[in-house]
Every structure is written in structure tokens, then in C-alpha cells.
């Protein structure tokens, strides 16, 4: 029994030797990286990001390949001839002034002093080959653009378009547009770009190293080294935020939020057009009937999901477009949360409780909704679960689909009566765009089969418009047509946010969600 | 050797059902990594477009073509590009394994090292104090899901004490201590009491009476006798767990933002990400075939009873 003592005592002492030179490991690596970051005094930034991923097609950060463009101009790599500002219309960027010769010729001056990162001078020469790039490989911006001929002379840009494009500056300000130098080729994903960083690895869907670049045409980049660290889970990130492993963080679980609603920590929000929006489906009978879509945009209570089940990180919809645009916000008008009028409503077309088990009924059928959404969208779920709640007091029956296979059911038209999505409904800062996808005959997302005569003309009346003003007042008028019609409702709007350590200044979130290291990023 | 090579033969069909039935089942999935890629991004295209970049892909033929063609590919040593993120499979697959060796590593260590001492503990000890307690730990290590004992890690070690950061940044100790510690925690709790049952097995037995009556030494007979045979049921375990780290371990890699081969086969299963998921399959079908022979070879070397055996039906 002496000697199993002393073999139990002989393992346990090796146990606990291993554990403590373990634990002696750890504390003193921790400690000579903060050593190495004090005493060479670099200004080192880390982000964790949950979007930069293949997932979201930003496997790397070359804007001619897919998405990727995201992450070129996200982290300062890239810039784009022109920018947005905070009401998303257009500004000089790399460029300083356009001209809209005729219907299809546009001249681009390029400003004097832009170098790339590698210190070449950028001319409308190396615009021009880094368009004609573009449009080589990617085949979005090739429709989008649809550029005929480039012409380059010395810093001006002149090209012409297969067809009338009135928002082809808007397109150029796509992330694809981020002006590269070409002749540099893309190494592992790797480009140079005319931004304040300049990238030195990358590892797809796990980090980004960046440095400062020494020859930025626009300022003194203030941050030494920036690191791009993906970070998919939501806790963790919360956790890496919290531990100062990070700096910043973006994609923040909203349940996570008042962990950071304090001093050492700042938030930076803005409204996007990311929309959370319902679809109606003219294909099922019980959608057809006008006085149902009626009620059913009278019975989702918008500001209780957005105040309570958002906890005030959202904002209301009413139309298409957010209010900081000068198309969005109240500038239309729609039906509001009345459940009692709802109900009035109804009742007057004869959907009335027969049977005393809440729900209504007609002619033999049951308000039953197919309420079809998917669960990637964290507000989606939330979305569906509200208006559950709110529509049965009114006397529908919603039976909730939420999945991941959501593109299957809807793809048949008569297994589904409304369907719950969020959408980017104008990225570009034009309003075209939404309409183009969802509401025309031909449009690839119009799933419900929604037709009006007046939007199609509308969208006709857009097409030929080139003014900006003028395109504003049209999507003015095909917002209400489609509220009117109660073929779209808008339940609220994204306030995209990104949380920071309060020493961090100049990460601003921006509404195009396109722009945030910028030189003017620092920490105290 | 014979039996080494007859092991390694049966290996070839075994591989061919397991990614013929996971190719299979893949595609039963309903979707694919255009239709992934698309809903990501919230991309518009048309149907013309979809069925150009699937056909690009080769999504669009038989999937008995699809899966002799990827065979084929495979035999002349090509296992094909990964859809998401066009990088070559082999060399993707080949740069998260370290990740996941390392964490096996320090793991299957620190396992052994909680796990095995405890195990002998409590046996020795059955229902005194120490018994208990072990068993009590034990069974709340058992009860906590992965996932949640990173989390009460990760904010008692890096947010309260701040011993260790939150994401793994390198391969270091600092680094995998967490990931290990998470992964020890559940499997010391499993195996202790199987290292208890195991040894209290032993020490039921005749021969250790008698030798406790020829005035053996407690701790020869411990060491000498209990453990050699408790071994061949220690290693059995120990195999099966270096079989499923190797293959990673999905939500420990995730949320500790390890870059193993778990997280890769996550990923990938996610977006229908076919060329990975099927280097996955072929891994972990070659990683469990090459464990249990290496178990059955070490079964052989420490019990002659197994060799002998052998011998008597060859």
C-alpha cells in the first residue's frame, strides 16, 4: 500500500509539474508579445470579421473575382473612381469629375497624385486596363457595365456603353470597381490597389495581414499593421472582443449587444438598405384576394419586432429605401399596425370565425397563410415568430417554414403564400435596382408572380432617365404603386453596426456597408 | 505482415462504398454550391446563368458520370479544386492538418495524463472520499456538451484570469491550451471511469491474491499486472478517440477559431463544397481502417493469449 502511495503521488506530482510548466508557458508568451508590441511602439489593429469568408465568395480580395471586391475596399486596399456618401450619392474618389457627353458616352478625369501602393502614378491607362479586366472576368460587371469601347488620354476616361446606362458611375462605385494595377498581377488573391493598406498575407476564411502604405496619395495612414481575423461564431467573437483579442468587431449577435452598452466600448451604426421585407404570392387564391393583403400588412406590428425582438437595433420600414435617402423613409406611405381594423376589414369581405376556433373562414377555406423564410438571417426567424403572433389575434393561421431549403419551396409556386427575405434594395444608390429584381414580369426574384401595368411603364419611364433627381421622384411613385397594391411589405431595415474598443476612432459605419479602414482609423 | 497487408487491401472497398454512399447522400441534400453561393451573397442571376456556372462545375451531369468522373480524377492522383474557393483540394486539405495533429497531440496527453492517475485513484479508493469525488467530477464532465464547457473556459481562463486568448492565433501551447483543455475535460471524464472499472476488474481477480499472499508489493502488482492488462481496454478507447480527433473536432475548431480539418469539413458539407467533403470522407475512412489495424497490431504485441490464437486458427 506504501508503495501505490508513492506511485500515485510520483503521477500526480508529474501532473501538476505539467500543468504549472503549461501554465508558465502561456503567461510568459502573453507576455513577450505585449513586450514586442511596447517596445517597437507599432500601432497594430485587429478586426474580427464574421463575413470575409469563401462562404460570402470573399476568398481573397481580388475585386475582378466575384464578391471579393467586398474585402479589397472593406479593408482598405482598394478605392473605387467614386465614393458614396452618407446619403449615398456620389463623390470624387480616385476620380474627380464625370461627364455625360450623350446617352452612351461618359468622360471620367482622373485625379493627379493617385499612386498605387507600389508607388506607379494611376493614369486612364491604368483605369482603362484594369476595366477592360474587369469586364474580361466577371461576368456581373460585364452586364452591369456593359461597356462597348475605352478610350485613355493622359488622366481622361472616355467610355461608351452598348445601351443607355444611367447608372453607370453608380456601378463603377460597386467594391468590383476598386481600381488595381493590373500589370501586378493577383498572387494568391493578393492585388495592389491605391488604398491606404497594402495586404502581405492572406489565408482564405481565416486572416488578413496588412500594413501601412508608405506612398497613400490621400494622408498619413495612421495605423502601423492591421490584422483581418474571420471569426464565424458569434460568441466567440463577443468573447475576443471582450478578452482584447480584437479591437473591433463586426457581425455582432444583437443578444450580445448590452455586453458592450458600456464605457469601454463604442458603437458605430447606420441605417442600410438591407431590407427585411414579406413577398406575396399572386398564385395562391387566398392572396389574390386584395382584402387579405390588406390585412395582412394592417397585422404585423413593426415597431414591436423592431423595438422589443431587435431591441432597437433596426429601423421601421415603410417603403423600399431607408430614410436617408432622399427616394426613402416616409416620402410613401402604407398601412399601419391596426389589428382592429384588420379584423373590421375582414369581416366585411366575409372571412368571419365560424367554427369558434379563431381562425377565420371563407366559402369552405380556411386564413391559412404559408408564411415561407429561412434562418440566416438572425432577424428572419424573429420576423416570422412576430407576425405569427400578431396575425392569429386578427384570425389567420400562419404556419411558419423557416429553412434552410426555403429556394426549393418557393421555386414551386403553389406550396407557399408569403415569403419573408432580406435584401440589399439599393446598394448602388440607385433605386432601379430593387425593382429591376423583384417587381417586373421578367424579374428573377419577382416569386409571386406580381404583375402592374403602372410599374411596368414606370420602370420604362426610370430606364430612360438619366438625371438622378428625376429617377428619385419615379421610384417615389413604383414604391407606392407596389404598396398600394400590398405586394411587398416592408417590416424594417438593417442598422448595420460595428462595436469597438473606445480607444479605436475613425471606424465609421457607413450605409453602403462598403467603406471602413480608412487612414483616419486610429488607436489611442 | 501478411495480416498488415490483407488489412490494407480490405481498405479499397471500404473506400469506394464510403464515398460512392457520401457522394450519394450529398446530392440528396437538395441543393448545391451554386444555389449556396447565390443565397450568400444575394446575388441575382438568371436561370441561364445558374445553369452555365453548374455546368461549369460539371453539377449538371448523371451523378453516376459526376462520381466516375471525380473516381477517375482521383486514381491519376487529381482530387480536383475546391468550388468555393478554387484552391487545389489536396494542398487545402494538407495545410489544415497540422492544426488538427497538434490538437489531437495535446489532447490524447493531457487525457492520458487526467485520466489514467484518476482512473487508478478511484479503483483503489472505491468508495472512499477520493472515489466520490473523482466520480462526482467525472459525471459533470460528462454531462457538459463541448460547446459549452469552451465557453465557461474561454471566460474563466481568458476574460477572468486573462491566461489565454479567446481565438487561436498560432500554433502554440498558448494557443491550444484551450481547445485541449475542452477536449481533456470530456474525454478524462469518460475514460477515468473506464480505467476505474478496468482496474477494479483486475484486482477482483484470483491472481492478484495470490500474489498479494506471496507478499508482492501492492504497487508491483499494480503496475506490473493490473496495468498491462488493463491496457489492451485502455488503447481500444484511446484509438477510437485518436480516430475521431483526427478526423477534427468540429465545434471545439469553430469556436476556437482552430483552422483544422473539422472546420474545413463543416465548411464545406455547408456549401456543398463536394471536392473537400469527399477528401474529407477518404481521411477519415483511411484514418479509422490505419487505427484499428494499428490497435489490433498492439493487442497482438502486449497479450500473447491474442497471438497465440491467431496462430492456432492460421
Redesign the interface.
Known sequence: ?K??K???AF??A??LT?ATF??C???S??ATSQSEVSSDAKKTFTF?DTTF?????E?NIDPHD??CGWACIRYGIGETLFKFNDNMELEPWVAESFENVDELTWKIVIKDGVTFSNGKAVDAAAVKACIEDLVAVH??AAGDLAIDTIEADGQTLTIKTQTPKPTLMNYLCDPYGCVIDVEEGNADGIVVGTGPFVCTEL????HLNLVKNENYWNGEVKIDEAKV?????G??LA??L??G??DAAYGMAYANYPLFENDEYTFTGTPTSRAFFCQMNYNSPVIKDDVVRKALAMGIDKEGFVNTLLNGYGYVGVGAFPDNFSFGGDVVTTESYDPEKAKTLLEEAGWVDTDGDGIREKDGQTLTIRWIS?P?RQELPLLAESAQATLKDIGFDIQLNVTA?H??IVAEKDTWDVYAA???TCGIGDPMYFFT?HCLDDS??NRGGYHSDEIQALADEMNATFDAGARGDIAVKMQQQILDDNAFIFCSFLRMSMITKANVTGLVAHPSDYYEFTADLDIN | MKYSIKRIIQLIPILIAITFLSFAMMRLAGSDVVEQKMLNTGQVVSEAQLEAAKAELGLDKPFLVQYCVWLGNLLHGDMGVSYVSGKDVFETFISKLPATLFLTVTSILLTIVISIPLGIISAVYKNKFWDYLIRFISFIGNSMPNFFVSLVLMYLLGIRLGLFPIISKDMSITSVAMPTFTLAIAMSAKYLRQVRATVLDELSKDYIMGAKSRGVKFSVILWKSVMRESLVTIITLLALSIGSLLGGTAIVESIFMWDGVGKMAVDAINMRDYPIIQAYVMWMAIIYVTVNLITDLSYRLLDPRIRLEDARDE
Do not use: C, P, W
Open positions: 500500500m508503495g501505490l508513492k506511485s500515485v503521477v500526480m508529474m501532473a505539467m503549461t501554465g508557458g502561456a503567461k508568451e502573453t474580427g469568408n469563401a462562404e460570402n465568395e476568398a466575384t464578391y461576368e456581373r489565408v482564405t476564411s481565416d481575423i474571420t471569426i464565424s461564431d460568441d466567440t468573447l475576443a471582450q478578452n483579442d480584437i429561412y440566416s431549403d429556394g426549393t432580406a435584401f440589399v429584381t428573377s426574384k
